[in-house]
Nanobody, 120 residues
């Protein structure tokens, strides 16, 4: 099995910054893409950012230029640096990883979520 543990959420004022971390552990052979999703109350979960194994990235239009996703393969960890935060960024943020446990065994895993609240 594979576990994803997120950290770094909290309360921040508009215009502020937060850095989320997500560490993967368990039976890991190789990690492909890692990403961040978010879900606001009453809304569907949406993709925020994704980073592939070749370090190419993609972002939701709403966060481009403000958020940066990165990864540390040695630590099996993905980060989300969030700057210029807006109240509409308020949501539970979930980490996601596409993991090979062996050469032939693959699965998609989710973290438990971390709350980000942007409010004055």
């Amino acid at each position: 099995q594979v576990q994803l543990v997120e950290s770094g959420g909290g309360l921040v004022q508009p215009g502020g910054s937060l850095r989320l971390s997500c560490a993967a552990s368990g039976n890991i052979f190789r990690i492909n893409a890692m990403g961040w999703y978010r879900q606001a109350p009453g809304k569907e979960r949406e993709l925020v950012a994704v980073i592939n194994s070749d370090d190419t990235t993609d972002y939701a239009d709403s966060v481009k230029g403000r958020f940066t996703i990165s990864r540390d393969n040695a630590k099996s960890t993905v980060y989300l640096q969030m700057n210029s935060l807006k109240p509409e960024d308020t949501a539970v943020y979930y980490c996601n990883a596409d993991v090979f446990m062996t050469v032939l065994t693959r699965g998609v895993y989710w973290g438990q979520g971390t709350q980000v609240t942007v409010s004055s």
